[in-house]
């Protein structure tokens, strides 16, 4: 055998194999890591993007959060003013009633006292009738006038 037929030979298998080896398996092979890298590269890039949004949506919670707490904080400072301004009103209908009250009870009292001194001076005249009808009755004297006039006096 000859060494350099042998040498061909293996040569020419040697490249057949490398046509081989680049024709169907390191085509496909670098294709699929190319591929590989590509969604590597999309995952990571998507895997950041998620960061970014999430520090996104932590700062706009933090944000609607102090929004919300600002709101909050209106609506119960408004509530407090409504209370008061309920409270003011409350007062002043119950000091407008009280004052009728007692403005009425007033006009009954100076018209109870009107009446009671009507009453009085009825009882009076009536007591002084009746006092002048006795002292006419009996004699006059100074001593049973005066007696008579105690008894009125008593009386009234």
């Given at each position: ?26 085509g ?58 309920i ?23 100076v ?30 004297d ?15």
């Amino acid at each position: 055998m000859n060494v350099t037929a042998t040498l061909f030979g293996q040569m020419l298998t040697f490249a057949v194999l490398v046509a081989f080896v680049w024709r169907f398996l390191w085509g496909p092979m670098t294709h699929m890591l190319a591929e590989r890298s590509r969604r590597i590269a999309d995952g990571l890039a998507a895997a950041e993007k998620g960061r970014h949004d999430l520090e996104r949506a932590q700062r706009r919670a933090v944000e609607l959060l102090r929004e919300t707490r600002q709101q909050a904080s209106e609506i119960l400072a408004q509530a407090e003013k409504r209370a008061n301004e309920i409270i003011d009103e409350a007062k002043s209908h119950a000091k407008h009633e009280a004052e009728g009250i007692l403005s009425a009870a007033r006009s009954e009292i100076v018209r109870e006292t009107n009446a009671a001194r009507e009453q009085l001076r009825v009882s009076v005249a009536q007591l002084a009738v009746a006092a002048a009808g006795r002292i006419l009755e009996e004699e006059i004297d100074a001593d049973a006038h005066a007696k008579m006039l105690g008894a009125v006096v008593r009386q009234i």
